[in-house]
């Protein structure tokens, strides 16, 4: 597995913005795919934001389209979130994942369900709250 480790994480007020960052241990196959995904207070681990780490596509959930900006710096070894306008329902500990060929395609801004990431972070917290 690739070693993943997310930094950036902290309490905001609405409207803030953060940058989550994601260190990965090293670039191959595993990381054919990678994204973040948040899991909220009561609810299901869901993803919102996809990269396809050759080419540099992104996907992104409805509900943080415009908001949110997944970026990577191959050179630097690190995967980034950047979060914007942020909304108390963005509240969640969020993780960074990555995948091999065969286990990306998870669906965005969903409970998730079937095709999920090889590899995972440990998570780190996004509090929204005035």
């Known amino acids: 597995q690739v070693q993943l480790m997310e930094s950036g994480g902290g309490s905001v007020q609405p409207g803030g913005s953060l940058r989550l960052s994601c260190s990965v241990s090293?670039?191959?196959?595993?990381?054919?795919?990678m994204g973040w995904f948040r899991h909220p207070p009561e609810k299901e681990r869901e993803a919102v934001a996809t990269i396809y780490t050759s080419t540099g596509v992104t996907f992104y959930a409805d509900s943080v389209e415009g908001r949110f900006t997944i970026s990577q710096d191959v050179a630097k070894k690190t995967m980034y979130l950047q979060i914007d306008s942020l909304r108390p329902e963005d509240t969640a500990i969020y993780y960074c994942?990555?995948?091999?060929?065969?286990?990306?395609?998870?669906?965005?801004?969903?409970?998730?369900?079937?095709?999920?990431?090889?590899?995972w972070g440990q998570g780190t917290q996004v509090t929204v709250s005035s």
């Open positions: 090293e670039y191959s196959y595993k990381t054919h795919c």
């Open positions: 994942a990555a995948a091999e060929p065969s286990r990306c395609g998870w669906p965005l801004g969903q409970p998730l369900r079937g095709v999920s990431p090889t590899s």
